[in-house]
Nanobody, 118 residues
């Protein structure tokens, strides 16, 4: 059974930093992995994506230059370093796995809350 487990969320002041981790288990090889977020009353949005060899990344315009996605394939873990956080970054953050790298995310974590105070 494939499971994704996020950690690292919390409360931080505007301008601060947080680092999220997502560990995958139950799968031999992870492919494209992404971070999404959903704020109250808003639709879920894609934040960042990284392919299996870390050569290709994508960032939403709203986080470009502030967030960094990375991964450690030996540990089947993906990270999201969030810097210069803004109150509008407040949301539940989810990691997701796209097994076939076709843009369809097959597995999701349970989410971790990130709250940025002004």
């Amino acid at each position: 059974q494939v499971q994704l487990a996020e950690s690292g969320g919390g409360l931080v002041q505007a301008g601060g930093s947080l680092s999220l981790s997502c560990a995958a288990s139950g799968i031999f090889r992870t492919n494209r992995m992404g971070w999404f977020r959903q704020a109250p009353g808003k639709e879920r949005e894609l934040v960042a994506v990284i392919n299996w060899n870390s050569r290709t990344t994508y960032y939403a315009d709203s986080v470009k230059g502030r967030f960094i996605i990375s991964r450690d394939n030996a540990k089947s873990t993906v990270f999201l370093q969030m810097n210069s956080l803004k109150p509008e970054d407040t949301a539940v953050y989810y990691c997701a796995l796209d097994v076939a790298a076709r843009g369809t995310y097959d597995y999701w974590g349970q989410g971790t809350q990130v709250t940025v105070s002004s």
